[in-house]
């Protein structure tokens, strides 16, 4: 794959203002100037490459072997003077389904590269609204992780905010008695979206966490009140999340449970005519045994008594099931 496929950009910037473009094999020169930071993005960087990248910003070996890799899990780890930082990120494809990928961060004093793999959406707009901000670029390659990051979460409101229509959808076709399987069957695949979501945003709260606490050196304190927004973004989405999968699971439970009721009421009225029919059925039955010296056969007024009692007895019983709510 040729080199300019690979980088998306690489721009030098000296006191918050943009320089220009700068090839790979000046950077190492470029970061020894005072005051000046490099902003490299690339997209499935192949080793060899990745090789190079890593001679002119001096980057550890282990952080090196992750990049290369597109599964990694969200996590930030310190390798010297640098950190090394895996985000996912999340996005609405084409095919109306979500489409996740991974950005990795390799970040220092005087650079950040980030490192695209898989769905992830193009870095140029906050690149450009970054480089409006001179005041915070200024201050460095934080500024520059910051609204990446930012990015990152926005991404994930906005799926939730299009999960929650989706749910109110589902919600309307639970809250009704009948069995509906292809219903039950979208509430499992919208919780397995959304605990994939959650995968996903829940490690950038302590990602964000230790930025501040723990990275002044990348994070300075005029920066910490932006990277606790992002902070606070991810944990609302984490929360969003949560409730969401609560609504999801309450429910199917009350569709279950009102399918069980209407099932019920079935039941109890077929029981309660079984219990009507059973009158007739065992007096009826009772005369219908062939013995010979049976009471009341040769009564003339027999067959409509019993008729009677028998008429009778089902309407006694019918009242009585009917005010109990049997039928």
Not at 112 to 131: N, W
Request: glycine fraction near 6%; hydrophobic fraction near 45%.
């Amino acid at each position: 794959m040729d080199s300019k496929s690979m980088v998306v950009n690489c721009v030098a910037y000296k006191a918050g203002q943009r320089l220009g473009e700068v090839t790979i094999d000046d950077i190492s020169e470029v970061v020894k100037q005072p005051d000046t930071f490099i902003w490299l993005g690339l997209r499935q960087p192949e080793p060899a490459f990745m090789r190079k990248v890593q001679e002119e910003f001096g980057l550890h070996d282990l952080a090196i072997e992750d990049a290369l890799c597109a599964h990694q899990r969200p996590k930030l780890e310190t390798y010297g003077d640098s950190l090394f930082i895996v985000v996912k990120t999340a996005q609405w494809g084409e095919n109306d389904e979500i489409e996740y990928g991974e950005t990795h961060f390799f970040v220092g004093k005087n650079f950040l590269v980030t490192v695209r793999h898989g769905a992830s959406p193009s870095y140029a707009p906050i690149r450009a609204k970054a480089e409006e901000n001179r005041k915070q670029m200024c201050r460095g390659p934080g500024f520059a992780l910051y609204s990446v990051l930012d990015f990152v979460v926005d991404n994930y409101r906005s799926v939730v905010t299009r999960f929650e229509s989706t749910i109110e959808n589902i919600e309307a076709n639970m809250f009704q008695s009948e069995f509906d399987q292809a219903a039950i069957e979208n509430v499992y695949t919208l919780r397995r979206h959304l605990l994939a979501l959650r995968n996903a945003a829940l490690p950038m709260d302590e990602i964000c966490n230790q930025l501040i606490r723990l990275h002044e050196e990348v994070i300075p304190k005029e920066l910490r009140a932006y990277v606790r927004d992002v902070q606070d973004h991810a944990h609302q989405v984490v929360s969003n999340i949560d409730d969401m999968r609560e609504m999801l699971t309450n429910a199917m439970h009350v569709n279950l449970a009102l399918v069980t009721v209407k099932q019920n009421e079935v039941v109890k009225r077929l029981a309660g005519w079984g219990a009507i029919l059973a009158i007739p059925t065992v007096i009826f039955s009772l005369y219908g045994m062939n013995f010979a010296d049976m009471p009341e056969l040769k009564f003339p007024w027999a067959y409509h008594a019993t008729l009677g009692v028998t008429a009778v007895g089902c309407i006694f019983l019918y009242q009585k099931l009917k005010k109990s709510g049997w039928l």
